[in-house]
C-alpha cells in the first residue's frame, strides 16, 4: 500500500488549505482513513477520521473548521482545512488502517507541511 498526500504549504491565519491523500496498491481490507499531524517537539496526535462509509470524527481542535471527505471510487482523502492558526502549523500524515482477521496494520504518508503565519 502506497500513500500520498499532497497540499501542504505557507498560508497566513485565517486562510485555507485543502490536503489530498491517495491510496494505491492491494487496498483489500482498508476502511478506516484518516489525518494525523506532528508539530515540533511533540507526538502525532489525531486531526480527523473517516470510514468508507463516511462516518467521520474529529479531534476537539479542528471541529467546525476542518472537514474531511472521502472519494472511494479514487482511494482518495481528504480534508478541508479553514480558518487556520498558527497552531495548527504541523506535518499532516495521512493514516490508513487494515483490518484482516483481526490483524491491525496501519500505513502511512510521507507527510505534507502545512506553516500557517500569524
Known amino acids: 500500500v502506497k500513500i500520498v498526500e499532497s497540499g501542504g504549504g505557507l498560508v497566513q491565519a485565517g486562510g485555507s488549505l485543502r490536503l489530498s491523500c491517495a491510496a494505491s496498491?492491494?487496498?483489500?481490507?482498508?476502511?478506516?482513513m484518516g489525518w494525523y499531524r506532528q508539530a515540533p517537539g511533540k507526538q502525532r496526535e489525531l486531526v480527523a477520521t473517516?470510514?468508507?462509509?463516511?462516518?467521520?470524527t474529529y479531534a476537539d481542535f479542528v471541529k467546525g473548521r476542518f472537514t474531511i471527505s472521502r472519494d472511494n471510487a479514487k482511494n482518495t482523502v481528504y480534508v478541508q482545512m479553514n480558518s487556520l492558526k498558527p497552531e495548527d502549523t504541523a506535518v499532516y500524515y495521512c493514516?490508513?488502517?487494515?483490518?484482516?482477521?483481526?490483524?491491525?496494520?496501519?500505513?502511512w504518508g510521507q507527510g505534507t507541511q502545512v506553516t500557517v503565519s500569524s
Open positions: 493514516n490508513a488502517v487494515r483490518r484482516v482477521f483481526g490483524t491491525v496494520t496501519n500505513y
Open positions: 496498491g492491494r487496498l483489500f481490507g482498508i476502511n478506516d
Open positions: 473517516i470510514t468508507s462509509g463516511g462516518t467521520t
